[in-house]
């Protein structure tokens, strides 16, 4: 338990660096769901079986929940050649 709760720590500690690329986001959302659901899982004192399920379902909803919300925003160029951020349509 003990090198599941640095791992999850860790993935945290990680998830902060996010940028708003929707794979970097999907890929935090879904190593926080994982810690969460597993946390979980172990907390409601079912075992191995509860933990990886715990961490399967956390690490879906992560995913799905880190990939919806990620900024949109587009890169457009002026007359000029200068790259700026426009939203996406």
């Known amino acids: ?3 599941f709760l640095v791992l999850a720590v860790a993935a945290v500690a990680l998830a902060g660096c996010n ?3 929707q794979t970097d986001r999907t890929l935090g959302g879904a190593a926080i769901g994982a810690g969460t659901g597993a946390l ?3 907390a409601t004192g079912g075992g ?3 933990v990886a399920t715990g ?3 956390g690490a879906g909803t992560g995913a799905v929940v880190g990939a919806a919300t990620t900024p949109r925003r587009c890169v457009a160029y002026d007359d000029y050649g200068r790259r ?3 939203p996406c349509p």
């Open 84 to 86: 700026y951020r426009v």
């Open 48 to 50: 191995g079986r509860a």
């Open 1 to 3: 338990m003990k090198k």
């Open 19 to 21: 940028t708003n690329s």
């Open 40 to 42: 979980i899982g172990a």
């Open 55 to 57: 961490a399967l379902i």
